[in-house]
């Protein structure tokens, strides 16, 4: 008798998941099709069919939303992170402060917090109005949160290092910003990089939030579509499933290779 061990059935339990997703889909769809033959009415299959691009589109966008605002939070979280371990009260408190308001606040209400405080247009200099479009404010209000997880991550990251280093790096004359760059960062980038990439999936997981507030993302080009098409009942399923499936197919091998380099590294620790 053939035996898995928990590890292996942990590993293809996702994998089990996505495929009966597709297979769900497959046959919801064929089975709406089949009970729509007789009617004249379009399959669901053929809805699906003629707007999947349409849903694609909006798919392509949120992932334009996720790779933006994890480069901006990666970039301001780094930063605040730096801020955190600065010596100097007056720095550390404030980025502190920023960092727990941000990672305890949930992402919903800081997405309407940001798409009522940024303008829709601003003025440049010269006078000229520049329209600021709903998924870029989206795009700031999902960097917010990520951003001070990313700061954090930095913050334990560095603590996680032995004070050792840091007492041999001063014997040796080196001053803290030559210990950081040269000691102590080469070792925070492989503890941070497993973190980071899952943040970034949980990112792209939080992205059709923006639909709420009106951007035509997947989901919101999902619901537009199933509008269009008349609104019937037996639509829900293929339609929210597609939709489900092609999240799963993005982010299952990021979820695979961030295990795979935690593996790695925990091994080389």
Known sequence: MMSYSVARLTWRAPAIVGGLCIAATLATTFTAEAQDAGSGQMSAFAALVTWMPFILKGFLLNLLMSVLAMALATVTGLFLGFMQISPSAFIRLPAKFVTHLFRNSPWLVILFAIMLLVPFQVTLPGGEKVLIPDWVKATIGFALPVMANIAEILRGAIASIPSGQWESAESLAFTRGQTLRHIILPQCVRRMLPPWMNWYALLTLMTPMAAILGVSEALGNTQAAMEAAGSR??????????????????????????????RRFSAGA
């Open 233 to 262: 009942p037996e639509f829900l399923i293929p339609f929210y499933l597609f939709l489900m499936t092609i999240f799963f197919v993005f982010i299952y091998p990021l979820s695979i290779y961030t295990r795979r380099l935690e």
